[in-house]
């Protein structure tokens, strides 16, 4: 089993920057890939941007300039640096571990951003 905890999620106005974090532990698979989720209000939960453990990338296109996703593997940890965030950027922000198809998810954290 893998357990992953988010945090830093919060309230910032348009424009703003936060940065999250999610700790992963228990049974990690050096190969996997991590990344960040979200879930707007009547929304489908969608892809936001995710990193392997190469350290390749893919961003969401709503979110290209504006977000970057890292990794630390050496202490199981991925953040997500959001800057210029948008109203529209509201979501609940969910990490998630897929080691070889399947995926792992953390509690949520959520993100509001007032116009």
């Known amino acids: 089993q893998v357990q992953l905890v988010e945090s830093g999620g919060g309230l910032v106005q348009a424009g703003g920057s936060l940065r999250l974090s999610c700790a992963a532990s228990?049974?990690?698979?050096?190969?996997?890939?991590m990344g960040w989720y979200r879930q707007g209000p009547g929304k489908q939960r969608e892809l936001v941007a995710d990193i392997n453990s190469g350290g390749s990338t893919n961003y969401a296109d709503s979110v290209k300039g504006r977000f970057t996703i890292s990794r630390d593997n050496a202490k199981n940890m991925v953040y997500l640096e959001m800057n210029s965030l948008k109203p529209e950027d509201t979501a609940v922000y969910y990490c998630?571990?897929?080691?070889?198809?399947?995926?792992?998810w953390g509690q949520g954290t959520q993100v509001t951003v007032s116009s």
């Open positions: 998630d571990m897929n080691i070889y198809g399947l995926h792992y």
């Open positions: 228990g049974k990690i698979v050096r190969l996997n890939v």
